[in-house]
């Protein structure tokens, strides 16, 4: 087992990025690798995924509290201790959600394409239960984006992508 860690290590020490003198390639990078960085055209993909619903059995607070549920009768029922750490820990995983948002969303100097596949459910009172819910209620990035854009969305087809100029001169 160490010969293999000691191997892994060389191979990742062999491994660099490569070095470019021109400005003019691709980066693929995470939302947290990018921070602090900017580029000319920048794409955040996928921004219909959904929000991670894993929950930890046992949640721990700094103040010493310890949540989790009880079993009555053969089912798990949540103890009011639970509900409020699980409630803390949803606000917390939400507030770092925001936080990665707004850094992929401020990465690109002149333009920022966001895509994403319509929900299912868009209907026309989607957006309005959307802001009703309000930003803790939100499924995902694309929910916050919806609801809460300065600016009407706006849906593109391939045919429109076709038909647009072009992203870069």
């Known amino acids: ?55 930890p059995e046992v949640l721990f607070s700094d103040d010493g509290m310890i949540g989790c549920s009880i079993k009555i009768a053969g089912e798990a029922v949540p103890t009011l201790t639970q509900q409020r750490l699980l409630e803390r820990h949803r606000e917390a995983e939400r507030a770092e959600a925001s936080r990665v948002l707004y850094v992929a969303m401020t990465r690109a100097k002149e333009r920022l394409i966001l895509t994403a596949q319509q929900p299912k459910n868009m209907d026309a009172g989607y957006m309005d239960r959307l802001r009703e819910k309000g930003p803790g209620e939100a499924g995902g990035w694309l929910d916050w984006i919806l609801a809460f854009w300065p600016c009407p969305a706006e849906v593109v087809t391939p045919a429109d992508i076709s038909r647009s100029k072009p992203l870069m001169q």
Not at 31 to 38: C, F, M, N, V
């Open 1 to 55: 087992f160490l010969a293999y860690v000691e191997e892994c290590r060389s191979v990742e020490a062999r491994e660099e990025l490569a070095q470019t003198d021109s400005g003019d390639v691709v980066q693929l990078m995470t939302i947290h690798k990018a921070k602090g960085l900017e580029f000319p055209l920048v794409f955040l993909p996928e921004l219909d995924a959904r929000f991670p619903a894993q929950v």
